[in-house]
């Protein structure tokens, strides 16, 4: 059993920055590679941004590279989404799950608004 829980999410103006974390606790161990995700109002869920917990190769989505960073801390069991040069695109709930998600894994998210 995993539990991820999301958090960080808030009112930001266009241009500004956020750094979501994922708290992870139960058996991280059998996730390989995790992932950020989000949904914006009206639209599917979509991958953000993907790290192997010990370390190597890392993941974007072209919509956010060279603006957003995943980055882990193995001690804490946390996962982190820097996002720099927010614009209202980026309004969505984010997730953290297994990269590939797993149905079991979704939480309830965090919500980030950029306001233009």
């Known amino acids: 059993q995993v539990q991820l829980v999301e958090s960080g999410g808030g009112l930001v103006q266009a241009g500004g920055s956020l750094r979501l974390s994922c708290a992870a606790s139960g058996r991280t161990f059998s996730i390989a590679t995790m992932g950020w995700f989000r949904q914006a109002p009206g639209k599917e869920r979509e991958f953000v941004a993907a790290?192997?917990?010990?370390?190597?190769?890392?993941y974007y989505a072209d919509s956010v590279k060279g603006r957003f960073t995943i980055s882990r801390d193995n001690a804490k069991k946390t996962v982190y989404l820097q996002m720099n040069s927010l614009g209202p695109e980026d309004t969505a709930v984010y997730f953290c799950?297994?990269?590939?998600?797993?149905?079991?894994?979704w939480g309830q998210g965090t919500q980030v608004t950029v306001s233009s």
């Open positions: 790290n192997r917990w010990s370390g190597g190769s890392t």
């Open positions: 799950n297994a990269h590939p998600p797993s149905f079991r894994y």
